[in-house]
């Protein structure tokens, strides 16, 4: 079969700006990309052809849809159109549709909770949503490589969400008193601050600035500090003097899993405890204290060798009292709740053990059928974690669904639920 190609000459190299609704041609009339969609007036008179030559199918989104264009005009085979260099949604029609309701109250964007919602009465009643500024596809679901989860339109490695996760449970958990005022939002541990749509506290994915404080009264890992994120791991985090993050708790004992961490500040919070060794697998340079810094807080003596002359200053007025009762250990079994949850394709499960305990951890489905066993071993005493990655006994892929993960260690006992998403 005789393909034919189509020849584009450039007529114009001046862009100019048009405005006007996308059609769909239901007949291409000349026969090639120049004549799949045109613009077309509020009058409805036709305007112009349109083409977009880098991906005609970018426009498929904006079909039935006022927008502003800018372009060039281009000859294509047998007909003239604009081949557009820019595209963006209008609001300034002159004839809006009168709807009932506000088209945002009855409309939700799952994919993609953080994003905000722009009603547009060009045309129909619509309900345009927008993270961080740019137009986004509710209805899109972004898939993931294995051992990473999407966040609001990005991937993130779940090892090292569990990690800031670690943190904020560990600064609830510690019960510290920052003698806080009822008047005072931004006083806690975490700080709350931190969760206020309003915060300033930026992350940097992939060279690009964005926010995720969402206001639900709970501080989450992409809430915390300011974050630098490339290729889906986390590269720096600051929450330290100027950055009130205002947590406490041990240091996460798997601190040392954040391998692509370049620079570490957490400075004049108010970890305790003692630093654990792992902390000297990781590639920073500990001698720069713009890439590493914990001075300021309760942390006690002995310090790992890679730190000790890089600790700074620390109150310990604590911890002969902390070296009798080891907070480096738990004080209770406790099995923390699943993160992320709900999870696509992996999870991390932690729990404390406060003594050398032999350990069973299972996961079964709403009938109470076993799944899998992750855990079935005796373990020392410790802040532990395991990941699950849906799949069962035989490493074939699980549906999604509730499920449930149970922990047996020595006389204690707990299960929780979970919900894997597809």
């Not at 085979?77 to 309701?101: G, R």
């Not at 045309?123 to 966040?151: P, V």
């Not at 697998?281 to 890679?306: A, H, K, R, V, W």
Request: one cysteine or more; a negative charge.
């Amino acid at each position: 079969m005789m393909k034919r190609f189509l020849l584009f000459l450039m007529l114009s190299t001046t862009l100019f700006a048009i405005t006007g609704y996308v059609r769909f041609s239901e007949v291409s009339v000349c026969m090639d990309n120049c004549s799949i969609y045109y613009l077309e007036d509020e009058n409805g008179e036709f305007l112009s052809w349109i083409t977009y030559l880098d991906s005609i199918e970018i426009l498929d989104n904006y079909n039935d849809r006022f927008v502003d264009i800018e372009g060039d005009t281009v000859q294509c085979v047998e007909c003239e159109a604009i081949d557009i260099t820019s595209i963006m949604l209008s609001y300034e029609c002159q004839t809006p549709v009168n709807c009932f309701v506000d088209p945002c109250v009855v409309s939700e964007c799952t994919s993609f909770p953080a994003a905000e919602c722009i009603p547009n009465y060009c045309g129909g009643c619509w309900a345009d949503y927008y993270l961080n500024g740019e137009l986004i596809n509710c209805n899109q679901t972004l898939l993931c490589d294995e051992g990473y989860t999407e966040i609001n339109g990005h991937c993130f490695y779940d090892n090292d969400l569990a990690i800031l996760q670690n943190m904020i449970d560990n600064s609830y958990e510690s019960g510290i008193d920052l003698d806080c005022e009822d008047w005072d939002d931004y006083c806690g541990s975490p700080n709350p601050y931190m969760d206020d749509p309003d915060s300033w506290f930026w992350k940097i994915i992939d060279g690009q600035e964005y926010y995720f404080s969402d206001g639900d009264s709970i501080v989450e890992p992409l809430e915390l500090g300011i974050q630098e994120w490339e290729n889906g791991r986390l590269t720096s985090i600051m929450c330290g003097a100027y950055i009130y993050c205002q947590l406490s708790g041990p240091i996460p004992e798997n601190i040392n899993e954040l391998t692509e961490i370049e620079q570490l500040r957490l400075e004049y919070n108010y970890f305790s405890g003692y630093i654990p060794e792992s902390i000297c697998d990781l590639n920073i340079n500990y001698e720069d204290n713009l890439s590493f810094d914990l001075t300021g807080n309760l942390i006690c003596p002995p310090y790992p060798s890679c730190i000790e002359d890089y600790i700074g200053e620390q109150d310990t007025v604590n911890c002969e009292q902390v070296s009798i009762i080891d907070e480096a250990l738990p004080i209770t079994y406790k099995l923390h709740n699943a993160y992320p949850n709900p999870f696509n394709p992996v999870t991390t499960l932690r729990y404390d053990l406060p003594e050398q305990s032999t350990v069973n951890i299972i996961i079964y489905n709403m009938l109470g059928r076993e799944v899998k066993t992750l855990i079935n071993q005796t373990q020392d005493a410790g802040y532990r974690s395991v990941l699950w990655d849906a799949t069962n006994n035989y490493g074939k892929p699980v549906s999604a669904g509730i499920y449930l993960y149970q922990i047996q260690a020595g006389e204690y006992i707990s299960t929780k639920k979970m919900v894997l998403l597809k």
